[in-house]
């Protein structure tokens, strides 16, 4: 099983070549080498006996005939971000295929799907693949992505054919964990409980602008000592939550001069648990405190929702049968939340979804220094067949 796990690491390195910027992985929805990914990914699906297809919404499809009434689906995205690693995504799909490869015409039907598009990148809104065999695209099919499906050689008018379809029983989602928790546990796989939700809001803070020589401390009206003020807390309540991650990453401020006060700030926040009501609480309290320190400041505070997305619980009785499949291989089993969104979320309210970890060496991720271990991909291709023979 190594040789199949080095041949899975090999075949993600090798497509991560393709790409739209020499020298570094960029693969977006539908670019040209998304073509080269099709080609490489579909000679293999057909080498294992996978019947073809690309779908209208440019998802690769590979189908296995096996026996029994009902479908095993396993997917997961083909897309990257600027400059990525090797294996957010496409190691999930590739490892679908290895799987195929390993059972040599056993077992039930499989569909491997490798989606054109999770990370939002091209068009600023995520999981255009997976939205669209579950049916929920018509809220992003603006005319620039229809036209970026005919430019492919792709019909929209093909899209209701990409749904699922309806003798699909179960969905597994291999993927990196991109974080240090197993990494930290000294471990090679965990089982995915839920996908945490996530709130995302703008803040801006108005102060007045003046000069940094001649206002005196006492009457300074700062927006950006506001906002750190602000950002201090943030961390010490989401320090308090177990399982919270609260975080304030871009940060925009006006005039922006060394030798001016600032005047206004504008700070993202971005809060996430796999618990919808702490999330919204703690969102609430954060927003609060918010208002409470610009008052005192003699400030304006106002803020903008940006997302507010629920958390997903994947299924309960295929999570049970992942972690006896963890367990039979010789493996501790490890359930966790994961704090970022995949595939397997926009999945799961359709069709009963589990998600599969793998360590990140360093919890490195969107990034080239990306990697996997091959041991953790024996381990996981191991967890795979058994958890196949028995979903």
């Given at each position: 099983m190594i040789e199949l796990a080095n041949k899975v690491i090999q075949y993600c390195r090798d497509l991560a070549l393709c790409t739209e910027e020499p020298g570094r992985t960029t693969r977006t929805f539908l670019s040209p080498p998304m073509r080269e990914v099709h080609a490489k990914l579909g000679d293999w699906m057909r080498s294992v006996g996978m019947a073809v297809s690309v779908d209208a919404a440019g998802n690769l499809r590979g189908v296995k005939p096996g026996s029994g009434p009902g479908?095993?689906?396993?997917?997961?995205?083909?897309?990257?971000?600027?400059?990525?690693?090797?294996?957010?995504?496409?190691?999930?799909?590739?490892?679908?295929?290895?799987?195929?490869e390993a059972l040599n015409g056993a077992?039930?039907?499989?569909?491997?799907?490798?989606?054109?598009?999770?990370?939002?990148?091209?068009?600023?809104?995520?999981?255009i693949g997976s939205r669209a065999v579950v049916g929920t695209l018509d809220s992003v099919l603006t005319p620039a992505v229809l036209e970026s499906i005919g430019a492919f050689g792709l019909d929209p008018a093909g899209l209701p054919d990409a749904r699922l379809s309806p003798h699909t029983t179960a969905c597994i989602e291999f993927h990196i964990e991109q974080g240090p928790v197993?990494?930290?546990?000294?471990?090679?796989?965990?089982?995915?409980?839920?996908?945490?939700?996530?709130?995302?809001?703008?803040?801006?803070?108005?102060?007045?602008?003046?000069?940094?020589?001649?206002?005196?401390?006492?009457?300074?009206?700062?927006?950006?000592?506001?906002?750190?003020?602000?950002?201090?807390?943030?961390?010490?309540?989401?320090?308090?939550?177990?399982?919270?991650?609260?975080?304030?990453?871009?940060?925009?401020?006006?005039?922006?001069?060394?030798?001016?006060i600032p005047g206004v700030v504008r700070a993202s926040l971005d809060v996430r648990h796999a618990s919808d009501s702490i999330r919204e609480e703690t969102a609430a309290e954060i927003l609060q405190v918010a208002a409470?320190?610009?008052?005192?400041?003699?400030i304006s505070f106002e803020y903008q929702w940006k997302l507010n997305q629920p958390a997903v619980l994947l299924d309960p009785g295929l999570r049970d049968?992942?972690?006896?499949?963890?367990?039979?291989?010789?493996?501790?089993?490890?359930?966790?939340?994961?704090?970022?969104?995949?595939?397997?979320?926009?999945?799961?309210?359709?069709?009963?979804t589990v998600m599969l970890f793998l360590r990140s060496p360093g919890g490195i991720s969107h990034h080239p220094e990306e990697a996997v271990i091959a041991s953790d991909v024996e381990a996981a291709l191991r967890v795979g067949l058994e958890f196949i023979h028995n979903v």
């Open positions: 479908r095993l689906l396993i997917a997961s995205h083909l897309d990257t971000v600027p400059n990525a690693g090797a294996f957010d995504g496409i190691l999930g799909v590739v490892m679908g295929v290895a799987l195929v077992g039930p039907t499989i569909e491997v799907i490798g989606f054109s598009e999770e990370e939002g990148v091209r068009f600023g809104f995520p999981f197993l990494e930290d546990l000294g471990l090679p796989v965990g089982v995915v409980d839920a996908i945490a939700g996530q709130s995302r809001l703008i803040l801006t803070f108005r102060g007045k602008a003046n000069h940094a020589g001649t206002t005196p401390m006492r009457l300074r009206r700062d927006a950006l000592a506001c906002a750190a003020e602000w950002i201090g807390i943030v961390e010490k309540i989401a320090g308090e939550e177990p399982g919270l991650v609260a975080t304030v990453g871009s940060i925009t401020l006006e005039p922006n001069a060394t030798n001016v409470r320190l610009s008052e005192l400041r003699g049968t992942l972690a006896s499949a963890v367990e039979a291989t010789g493996n501790p089993v490890h359930r966790m939340t994961s704090g970022a969104g995949h595939d397997a979320m926009v999945l799961a309210p359709h069709v009963p």
